[in-house]
């Protein structure tokens, strides 16, 4: 049936399909091997299959509490408190969400009115952006260095009186850099200077092969000011369960459930009960370390005497090459054209409010064995 529109005046009017979604499409209309959107092709432990399996044939098939379910949100507390020696109150200071994505907007909704500004580092998650500009603030874009560095005098002079937000992204995607211990110190040095908070997206905090990752939750005069978001489904590899978590001080999460009930009230019930029995034992979240560097060895060790350069990949499971010696083609239109010999990756000038280019393209390596072989070698021909 014709549609007759009426208008509408887009809140987002620059922005369409997300890169993702273009360069699976593009994969599966070209039968490519597809390393560019960031899920693994592996299964989801059967041990938690199970317990899901359990909790939903004991009953547990209705709303969870709207912070959600008070045994995970206790055992989170003391995942924290063993890793980052920190006291966070289950009651009022952890709340589960549906996916990282969705803690970050409700965490953005809260701290963000009309007219403030909010510094994203770029290259930047693609949600950071839009979640600003819907709650009327304003992005302001600082880039990383060269390195994949954030530079912080830099960042400083950006800071305005408008400044309400910094997000940051540690270990990040797409670059794989993690932040130092010396980086969290300016960070904190920044904050004593200024009224800022802290939105610490750490979906990858399992995933850090160099170094302890260092978290904003374990610095005591960051925390105070900071929202940390984490991702369970990039912990288990099982992003189709969309199940996150943030944490925050008291007031600060007090601002962001009064916006999160009205945005989902809350998150899946059975997966709660089974992650709260899941991870006790700590094991099924410290072991992704080794998992993913054996992934990334793998990988990097494939694409040797290809004609690509590989960026030191220090985390996430994401790992960025350089195509400068093959073409000075710009990303997009390399990425194209490599999905068309049969393999898709993102293009990095996306992540960019610039769309600053200097030809490279981010692999997933959360992949099986034999499709990371499969990849290299292909890469290897170009
Ligand atoms: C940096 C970053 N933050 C957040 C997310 C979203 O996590 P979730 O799937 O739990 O919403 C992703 C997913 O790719 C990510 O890379």
């Known amino acids: 049936m014709e549609r007759t529109p009426l208008h509408l005046g887009s809140k987002l009017s620059n922005t369409g399909d997300s890169i993702f979604s273009t360069m699976s499409a593009l994969a599966r209309q070209h039968n490519a091997l597809n390393l560019s959107q960031g899920f693994p092709d592996f299964d989801v432990s059967p041990k938690l299959i199970e317990l899901v399996n359990k909790y939903m044939k004991k009953g547990f098939n209705q709303y969870a509490p709207m912070p959600g379910v008070i045994a995970l949100r206790e055992a ?50 693609d949600s950071y952006a839009p979640s600003i500009i819907l709650n009327g603030g304003i992005p302001v874009h600082v880039e990383l260095n060269a390195s994949f560095e954030i530079d912080w005098p830099t960042l400083k002079s950006r800071i305005s009186s408008k400044t ?16 130092n211990k010396s980086d969290l110190e300016s960070l904190e040095k920044l904050c004593n200077e200024t009224d800022i908070f802290i939105l610490s997206d750490e979906v990858y905090e399992h995933i850090s092969f160099e170094k302890k990752h260092e978290s ?58 089974a992650l709260a029995d899941y991870i006790k034992n700590e094991e099924h979240y410290l072991c992704l370390n080794d998992f993913f560097k054996a ?20 985390g996430t499971y994401f790992q960025l090459l350089n195509y400068n010696t093959i073409s000075q083609e710009k990303d997009i239109l390399f990425a194209n054209n490599l999905v068309l010999k049969g393999i898709a990756s993102i293009p990095i000038s996306v992540f960019y409010k610039n769309k600053t280019d200097r030809h490279y393209l981010r692999f997933c390596f959360a992949k099986s ?12 021909t170009i």
């Open 76 to 125: 989170l507390s003391v995942k924290i408190k063993n890793l980052y020696n920190q006291e966070y109150c289950p009651i009022e200071e952890i709340t589960i969400t549906p996916g990282a994505t969705q803690a970050i907007y409700c965490a953005i909704s809260a701290i963000i009115n009309e007219g403030d500004e909010a510094i994203i580092i770029d290259p930047a998650y």
């Open 216 to 273: 904003v939750l374990a610095y005591p005069e960051l925390m105070q000011r900071s929202i940390a978001v984490f991702s369970f489904g990039k912990v288990f590899h099982a992003t189709g369960w969309k199940l996150g978590y943030l944490v925050a001080p008291n007031y600060i999460t007090k601002e962001i459930r009064k916006i999160y009930q009205f945005v989902s009230f809350s998150a899946n019930t059975a997966i709660q009960y």
């Open 295 to 314: 992934k990334r060895d793998r990988f990097i060790s494939g694409i040797k005497g290809s004609r690509f350069d590989a960026v030191s990949c220090q």
């Open 164 to 179: 309400k937000l910094l997000i940051i992204n540690n270990p990040h995607n797409p670059t794989g850099a993690c932040l």
């Open 369 to 380: 064995d034999k499709l990371i072989d499969n990849a290299t070698e292909l890469l290897c």
